[in-house]
C-alpha cells in the first residue's frame, strides 16, 4: 500500500456536541478509579502525579467511521466522523477537502484512531489543599492514515490462455479441415493402390484413370498445408 495522507487533528463542532460527546465517553472510556477515593487521595494523587483526576479516563478508539455529507448546507467536501456509531464532529475544512475523495471509496485502505479527553473532573484550588470539581469541555483529536490499496495485474498467461470467439471459429474450421484432408488422402491411397492393380492386368487406360484419380485426392492435404502451415 502506498500511503498519500497522514495527519492528527482536532475534530470541529465537538463543543456543540456535548451531549453526544460524553455518550461516547461512557460508551468507549472508563469510569476512573481515583475519582472514588477520599479527598486526601486524590489530593495525594494530584501532588504525585500533577494530572487531575477526571471521571471517565483518557479515550483511545479505533471504533471510528468516517462519512462523506455531500449536501451539508455549509461544506459540499464535509465529512463527519462517527465513534461507536455516535456523532463526534468533523473534520476541520481544510483536512475534508484534502481527503473526502477517498472516504467510502474501493481502493483506498482508511486508518482512523481518536483520542478524546474532558469532563468532570476533580483538581484542586489554587493553595492547593483543597479538592474542587469542575468541568471541562470534551474534545476529541484524530489521526488519520489514508493508503491506496495496490490491486495486483492480471497475469498475461492468463489472459492468453483464454480463446477469443474468432479463434476458437479458426481452431474449428482448421481441425475440420484437417479431418477431411485426412480421408481424402486415405480415398487417394485407395485409388492408386487399385490403378497398380490394373496395371498388373496391363489394363494401361485403367490405370492412367486410376491413378490421375488418385493424386486429385491429395489434394486438400497440399491446400490444408498452404492455408494453415505457411
Known amino acids: 500500500m502506498k500511503e498519500i495522507f497522514n495527519d492528527s487533528f482536532r475534530l470541529m463542532g465537538t463543543n ?8 461516547i465517553m461512557k460508551k468507549l472510556s472508563k469510569k476512573n478509579n481515583y475519582l ?30 468516517l462519512i462523506r455529507e455531500p449536501k451539508n448546507p455549509h461544506d459540499p467536501n464535509a465529512v463527519k466522523v462517527l465513534a461507536g ?21 474501493s481502493g483506498y485502505n482508511i486508518e482512523a ?8 473532573f476533580k483538581t484542586l484550588d ?9 468541568e471541562k469541555e470534551i474534545s ?24 477469443s470467439p474468432t479463434q476458437t471459429t479458426n481452431s474449428f474450421w482448421q481441425n475440420l479441415f484437417l479431418i477431411l484432408s485426412f480421408l481424402s488422402v486415405l480415398i487417394g491411397i485407395l485409388f492408386i493402390l487399385v490403378a497398380f492393380s490394373f496395371l498388373l492386368k496391363q489394363k494401361i487406360l485403367e490405370f492412367f484413370v486410376g491413378l490421375v484419380i488418385g493424386v486429385l485426392f491429395f489434394a486438400p492435404a497440399a491446400v490444408y498445408k498452404y492455408i494453415f502451415k505457411k
Open 16 to 23: 456543540y456536541h456535548q451531549k453526544e460527546a460524553l455518550v
Open 36 to 65: 472514588t477515593m477520599s479527598d486526601e487521595g486524590i489530593k495525594e494523587y494530584i501532588l504525585r502525579t500533577y494530572s487531575n483526576v477526571y471521571e471517565y479516563k483518557y479515550l483511545k478508539t479505533n471504533d471510528v467511521i
Open 85 to 105: 456509531g455516535v456523532f463526534a464532529g468533523y473534520l476541520p475544512a481544510d483536512i475534508a477537502k484534502k481527503v473526502n475523495r477517498y472516504v467510502g471509496k
Open 113 to 120: 484512531t481518536l483520542h478524546g479527553r474532558g469532563g468532570k
Open 126 to 134: 489554587d493553595t492547593l489543599t483543597k479538592v474542587i470539581l469542575d
Open 140 to 163: 476529541f483529536r484524530l489521526d488519520l492514515v489514508i493508503s491506496k490499496v495496490s490491486i495486483p495485474k492480471k497475469s498475461t498467461s492468463v489472459v492468453d490462455s483464454i480463446a
